[in-house]
């Protein structure tokens, strides 16, 4: 199986060509996405799902068949999303 993790910010459009490029390789058969974001500044408490550009992403890859998964963070980007690699 193939696990991708997608870094996604608060960009609609960069997030939008990322899972497209992501959407477009040829993976195999099996394959994981997880869109991920990382906050840097969630005071309301606000979830993965409520970020648009990580909703666009999920549209993307979901109109290309790909199994996805959300998932976030607090914290230093950088840093949240080095972490998640090394777990997943």
């Not at 960069?14 to 969630?42: M, S």
């Amino acid at each position: 199986m193939t696990e991708i993790l997608l870094a996604v910010d608060n960009d609609e459009e960069r997030a939008r060509a990322a899972a497209e490029h992501v959407a477009q390789l040829d993976w195999g058969d099996e394959v994981v996405v997880t869109a991920f974001h990382a906050f840097t500044d969630n005071t309301e408490g606000a979830s993965v799902n409520q970020i648009a550009s990580v909703r666009t992403a999920r549209d993307v890859l979901d109109d290309a068949a790909m199994e996805v998964t959300l998932a976030g963070a607090g914290g230093d980007p950088a840093e949240e999303i080095v972490a998640r690699a090394e777990n997943e």
